[in-house]
């Protein structure tokens, strides 16, 4: 009967593991259905918690049916937990343009849009010396969502650029410098009798 037992229980040690993660999911209710969530690379909307089983829909279409323990046991990020989210991104000036002026443009660019929140504040901070310009991190709080981010950044995004455009900032393509151990020898080309010499 020992051997019996333990074998049963391994058996069953699964089934187990996810019936009492879902009893705790349940009960503690971290994420309910219609939130967004994220964990080890799966993420998407809950659509049904039962006591063995989570059922998420990615927001590419599949559906992914996920034990209970996997979701109990591993990070899970609830993206929909609070009614906003942080996004941020780097907008790059050149290295000849006034910083000051930029973040003022930027600024005033993203507090237009639309999909940001305004009660919440608006963070423009230079950042960090890149590789062909000054970078500047940009961030705001829109709706939770993945679509109500991806909205958010291309709308912020769209806006920035024009700004900058209109107010004459470039934004810089990666530039390269070439320097050479010995000085190149040059030659001139010249049109003698018909051929290029």
Avoid at 26 to 42: A, Q, T, V
Avoid at 134 to 151: F, K, L, Q
Wanted: glycine letters at 8%; proline letters at 6%.
């Amino acid at each position: 009967m020992g051997i019996v037992s333990i074998a049963v229980g391994f058996a069953f040690k699964d089934i187990f593991e996810n019936f009492f993660a879902g009893i705790l999911l349940l009960w503690r209710f971290p994420f309910e259905n219609g939130d967004f969530i994220e964990c080890e690379g799966i993420s998407g909307k809950v659509e049904n918690i039962s006591v063995r089983q989570t059922l998420i829909r990615q927001t590419s279409g599949e559906l992914v049916i996920a034990p209970n323990s996997f979701l109990f046991l591993n990070p899970t990020k609830v993206l929909t937990d609070l009614p906003q989210r942080r996004i941020t991104i780097i907008a790059g000036i050149a290295y000849g343009e006034n910083v000051t002026d930029a973040v003022r443009v930027i600024e005033h660019a993203v507090d237009g849009c639309s999909t940001v929140h305004k009660d919440r504040p608006i963070e423009i901070f230079p950042q960090a010396f890149g590789a062909s310009s000054i970078d500047i991190e940009v961030t705001w709080w829109a709706d939770p969502t993945p679509v109500d981010i991806r909205r958010s950044r291309g709308e912020v995004i769209a806006a920035i650029k024009q700004a900058l455009d209109e107010a004459g900032i470039e934004i810089p393509f990666p530039y390269r410098t070439l320097t050479f151990k010995h000085p190149l020898k040059t030659m001139l080309l010249g049109e003698k009798d018909g051929e290029i010499s």
